[in-house]
T-cell receptor
Framework: GNSVTQMEGPVTLSEEAFLTINCTYTATGYPSLFWYVQYPGEGLQLLLK?????DKGSNKGFEATYRKETTSFHLEKGSVQVSDSAVYFC??????????FGPGTSLSVIP | DAGVIQSPRHEVTEMGQEVTLRCKPISGHNSLFWYRQTMMRGLELLIYFNNNVPIDDSGMPEDRFSAKMPNASFSTLKIQPSEPRDSAVYFC????????????FGDGTRLSIL
């Protein structure tokens, strides 16, 4: 069946460190791929998306590239800030309306 | 533009009471989703509607839970009777039913059953 695997957290980084959160998925068809972010006490917000192979989604310094051959969509940021502390969800959209959310990866950035 | 609006933001009630959570999706969206989030189980899809019709309710925990969408601009999730294990944050989300369109989430209802 359709599924998402994310690296387990929590991840703790110092400010200005490089961030990678791995995500791989199994899905039928050709999914669109999303990363969502959830700040404390808030709902999930779309961070970035990619809709076809080799597309790169980017927003707020975060990037992720749609790798069809490895079914991956790893999230990266070159220099994290304290304000990036949140939970990050990888989410392929495997049908016309249903999104599969990963378990989430908690990120804490310390000054 | 107004996002997905949920009410109430917080609800504290005693076990056995009826609880009703409300959601107003983004205007023009034709899919609506109810999720539950807990530390133990993460984010779980409870039910989703397309064009006001329930499509998949396999995530609804048991008969105590019910959801309705009487029109395109309003949905409710009801728990009757409530139990302490229902304590969680409940999110509503909406989207267009197109393959590349993301879901948009409300801020959630934090429910505590005593």
């Amino acid at each position: 069946g359709n599924s998402v695997t994310q690296m387990e957290g929590p991840v703790t980084l110092s400010e200005e460190a490089f961030l990678t959160i791995n995500c791989t998925y199994t899905a039928t068809g050709y999914p669109s791929l999303f990363w969502y972010v959830q700040y404390p006490g808030e709902g999930l917000q779309l961070l970035l998306k990619a809709t076809k192979a080799d597309d790169k989604g980017s927003n707020k310094g975060f990037e992720a590239t749609y790798r069809k051959e490895t079914t991956s969509f790893h999230l990266e940021k070159g220099s994290v800030q304290v304000s990036d502390s949140a939970v990050y969800f990888c989410a392929p959209k495997t049908s016309y309306d249903k999104v599969i959310f990963g378990p989430g990866t908690s990120l804490s950035v310390i000054p | 533009d107004a996002g997905v609006i949920q009410s109430p933001r917080h609800e504290v009630t005693e076990m056995g009471q009826e609880v009703t959570l409300r959601c107003k999706p983004i205007s023009g969206h034709n899919s609506l989703f109810w999720y539950r989030q807990t530390m133990m189980r993460g984010l779980e899809l409870l039910i989703y509607f397309n064009n006001n019709v329930p499509i998949d309710d396999s995530g609804m925990p048991e008969d105590r839970f019910s959801a309705k969408m009487p029109n395109a601009s309003f949905s409710t999730l009801k728990i009757q009777p409530s139990e302490p294990r229902d304590s969680a944050v409940y999110f509503c989300a909406s989207s267009f039913d197109q393959g590349t369109e993301p879901q948009h989430f409300g801020d959630g209802t934090r429910l505590s059953i005593l």
